[in-house]
């Protein structure tokens, strides 16, 4: 009884695994990497670009997977590839002010995504905010009856059009 005790006290104490991170390549695409969050977790995730890679922090907690612990909320991710992100349930943030998202799902929950180089952004379920880069971008609200896709000079630049527009690697 006092070993069951012990395990459940280390199993409630562990911090919370806000996600998984994993590196991948492929033969037309080359080096990636994709971000899955756990769910019922409400992420705030921050990408920025070190000499090597990435690090990204997400304040619900460092995820596990294919990247170097960094510190109890972030992980440095050692290839420069392009990064896939799903932040499932719950209202999340995410921003990249240094163009290494290609890809970024809110999915269910008032999610607001940040990106300042082209990137695909799709805000799914929810009141979602997205908002773009001064560069071809491509937006896709989702559901959610108070979407916002904030515009400023630049945005508008970007997305001139009521519809999305491509991303050019997305063909
Ligand atoms: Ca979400
Ligand atoms: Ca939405």
Redesign the pocket.
């Known amino acids: 009884m006092k070993r069951l005790t012990l395990l459940l006290v280390l199993l409630l104490a562990a911090p919370a695994q806000a996600g998984t991170i994993k590196a991948s390549w492929d033969p037309k695409f080359g080096d990636s990497y994709s971000f899955d969050?756990t769910p019922g977790q409400r992420?705030a995730i921050a990408i920025e670009r070190v000499r090597t890679g990435f690090r990204l922090t997400d304040s619900a907690g460092a995820p596990t997977g294919d990247c170097v612990a960094e510190s109890a909320a972030a992980v440095l991710c050692s290839i420069p590839a392009d990064l896939y992100v799903q932040?499932?349930?719950?209202?999340?943030t995410l921003v990249d002010r240094d163009g290494v998202i290609d890809d970024a799902h809110?999915?269910?929950?008032?999610?607001r995504l940040e990106v300042t180089a082209g990137a695909r952004l799709t805000g799914?379920d929810?009141d979602d905010t997205l908002i773009g880069s001064p560069h071809k971008d491509r937006i896709e609200d989702g559901a959610g009856r108070r979407d916002r896709r904030p515009t400023g000079p630049r945005r508008l630049r970007a997305c001139p059009a009521q519809r999305p527009l491509r991303h050019p690697a997305a063909g």
């Open positions: 969050a992420n932040a499932g349930d719950g209202d999340d809110g999915g269910p929950g008032d999610d799914d929810g």
